[in-house]
């Protein structure tokens, strides 16, 4: 991780944190802990932590999928007061291979966060590309749960 000096009390200004994992589905919860905690800590309400922490999830079983075997996992946080972005990616394990972006698990995700998209770099000479989704998650607005603060 980096910044972890950032991690000690409640996140301030502008943070970066980086997990790579092997990208395997037993590893996942490892990577949606981190932003549970990371959400957490810039002050995110529940339900905003909970919508971020299941797009984690959803991102990275989608690209553990498509992943190359014995490839990386590696997810980015950026950590913003008002949101966090967060980019996923993995080496595919095709030269052709895609997200599929017409499935129930895709509109989960986008229900999920606020802005999502997929990435593809490579691949055009053969060799295997690198899929991303990258999504963003806003911090709820003050009262946006209908209660005064």
Known sequence: MSDAADLDGALDGVSTVEVRTTASAALIPTIRAVA????????????????????VDEACATLVDVAAPASNLRCVFHVRPE???????????KPDA???????????????????????????????????????????????DGQDL
């Open 36 to 55: 549970s905690d990371l959400a957490a800590r810039a002050d995110f309400d529940l339900d905003s932590i909970s919508d971020l922490r299941m797009a």
């Open 83 to 93: 949101r966090i972005q967060v980019h996923a990616e993995v080496q595919a394990d």
């Open 98 to 144: 895609t997200v599929s972006t017409d499935t129930f698990g895709w509109r989960v995700l986008q229900t999920l966060a606020d802005e999502v998209e997929v990435r593809h770099h490579g691949g055009a000479d053969g060799s295997r590309p690198t899929l991303g989704i990258r999504l963003n998650k806003r911090a709820a607005a003050p009262g946006a």
